[in-house]
């Protein structure tokens, strides 16, 4: 009788549950992410060498000639030797290492067996598995550890010829949303909820053979849903360029694995930081221009502005936010032709003032933001404030009748309250890219677009924003918004920083007038 989802993921939450023991739930995706990634890679490796013994049982081959034949034919990376030449040597497999859980020693063993199947796979698997630093002793005891390697060993053979890629891929979802439920708001760094990530897709719609950029990638989400978007629609998600950029290694390493057992090869996710280090460049030394751009950054991120960087359209973004830094680069990112991006951000961005205020200004009047749409409170682990979609058009790409303005949604109503979190149903979903691609005429028809069930839409041209000094509050446009989008939350967060702003502007003047010799002003 064939395994079910729902019994592979609850094997696999059995082994991450032997941690309890040993760490908090919010270290968990570090220790069962690689070994789970390495159990599918020794199963499907053993799989395919069982296959190439088989096909060339009749073959007299030397150990060389049988190597080069199963390496150039059959198997698409290598699960190498450790330790060779000593008593130690085997297999850098999951069943090789798995055969001495009991003897002293495993997370050297464990180290050593995934270091060498980096080192062996530079251009597939350099830095896959992170720091890796659950494997010392002192971290992570050995009987824990083998009690882990024990209890995923109930898993199935982890590989195409007994369980599909979706079986595969779903069965990392489920853990990455596990690991976030119990994480608290350490989730907010490598996971955006799924249906959060299916809307901004939704709205931007990939096409075959198109490349899609996640700025700060975080697990791979966005592009993994960029490819099942396609699928699901009869396309081909293999098709897409997926690229991807995140700061922290580990998670890094977290979204190559997502990619690789969702059985997505055309990637590429770089470790860096984005606004420091942009790693997707052209020959040039410009960033490199994509499809299709979405991003969940970090809100109101403290950074290092930009002394002199040709992305700071309109303005540098002030050091106590970096909100507006990320679009800059994200417009950046567009192609000229077709680019468009998609970024979720706190309500702040909407209305904030000083260098933030002038930078959004120059976004509008060169007519690339497209929509606003504002998103309910709480749906996100890492802050229970409500958020908004930001949606760009490259320039003079947006269709004629949503130039020279801005759609406003207000889609904050259309939530299902949780226990730790809320959210957003496949109905509240289509009622939303429903109304983004509703037809508008901000003079023949002013009024705002209600559904009835709580999302509302309008339409505003350029010169009503500009009377408002390009504030995008939704609550501005659109009369029946939410007085939930002006809780304390927003306004602590938007005074927070301008007092951080101020707080910065004075001190330079005091470092100035004492400079100058002028003395006496309180601090």
Not at 247 to 268: I, Q, S, Y
Request: glycine content about 6%.
């Amino acid at each position: 009788m064939a395994v079910t989802q729902q019994e592979i993921e609850n094997r696999l939450w059995d082994a991450a549950d032997e941690l309890r023991v040993a760490m908090p739930e919010a270290q968990y995706s570090s220790v069962v992410f690689p070994l789970m990634f390495w159990k599918y890679l020794s199963d499907t490796w053993e799989h395919t060498h069982q296959t190439f013994l088989k096909d060339n049982e009749a073959l007299d081959l030397s150990a060389e000639e049988a190597d080069e034949v199963e390496y150039s034919n059959y198997q698409t990376f290598k699960i190498p030797l450790i330790f060779p030449g000593t008593v130690a040597e085997s297999r850098a497999s999951w069943s090789s290492i798995l055969a001495t859980v009991a003897q002293h020693g495993l997370g050297q063993r464990v180290r050593a067996s995934l270091q060498a199947i980096e080192s062996a796979n530079p251009d597939k698997f350099s830095r896959l598995f992170g720091s890796m630093t659950w494997t010392s002793e002192a971290v992570l005891p050995g009987e824990v550890l083998a009690s882990v390697m024990r209890t995923m060993n109930r898993v199935p053979k982890m590989h195409a010829g007994n369980m599909s890629h979706d079986v595969l891929g779903g069965a990392y979802e489920y853990l990455l949303k596990r690991f976030s439920d119990g994480s608290g708001t350490r989730a907010g760094q490598f996971f955006t909820p799924r249906e959060v990530v299916e809307l901004i897709i939704e709205l931007l719609d990939p096409k075959n053979h198109e490349s899609v950029y996640d700025p700060t990638c975080g697990s791979g989400g966005m592009l993994i849903a960029a490819a099942n978007f396609l699928k699901a629609r009869g396309g081909r998600g293999y098709t897409l360029s997926l690229n991807g950029q995140e700061a922290v290694t580990d998670t890094a390493g977290v979204a190559r694995m997502n990619l690789f057992m969702h059985n997505l090869t055309e990637f590429k996710v770089e470790i860096g930081d984005t606004l420091r280090d942009p790693r997707f460049k052209k020959p040039n030394g410009s960033v490199k221009q994509f499809d299709v751009i979405v991003a969940n950054p970090p809100y109101s991120l403290k950074w290092k502005p930009w002394t002199n960087d040709p992305r700071a359209l309109g303005g540098i973004a002030p050091q106590s936010s970096a909100d507006w830094a990320f679009v800059q680069h994200m417009i950046a990112s567009m192609d000229p032709k077709k680019g468009r991006a998609g970024v979720v951000l706190p309500h702040g961005v909407l209305f904030r003032s000083g260098q933030e205020a002038v930078i959004r200004q120059r976004v509008l009047d060169d007519d690339l933001l497209e929509a606003v749409i504002g998103l309910p409170k709480n749906l996100f682990y890492s802050t229970p404030i409500p958020t908004c979609i930001l949606v760009f058009r490259a320039p003079g790409t947006k269709a004629p009748e949503r130039r020279a303005g801005v759609l406003f949604i207000d889609a904050s109503k259309r939530f299902t309250p949780g226990k730790n979190r809320n959210t957003i149903t496949d109905s509240d979903i289509a009622d939303t890219v429903a109304a983004y691609h509703s037809s508008f005429n901000a003079v023949a028809s002013p009024t705002e677009l209600d559904d009835g069930k709580g999302l509302t839409a309008r339409f505003v041209a350029l010169p009503e924003i500009a009377e408002n000094e390009y504030d995008l509050h939704i609550g501005r446009y659109i009369k029946h918004a939410t007085a939930e989008q002006e809780e304390l939350d927003v306004l602590v967060d938007a005074y927070n920083l301008a007092r951080a702003d101020r707080r910065q502007a004075e001190a330079r003047m005091l470092q100035v007038l004492t400079a100058t010799g002028i003395e006496g002003f309180d601090d």
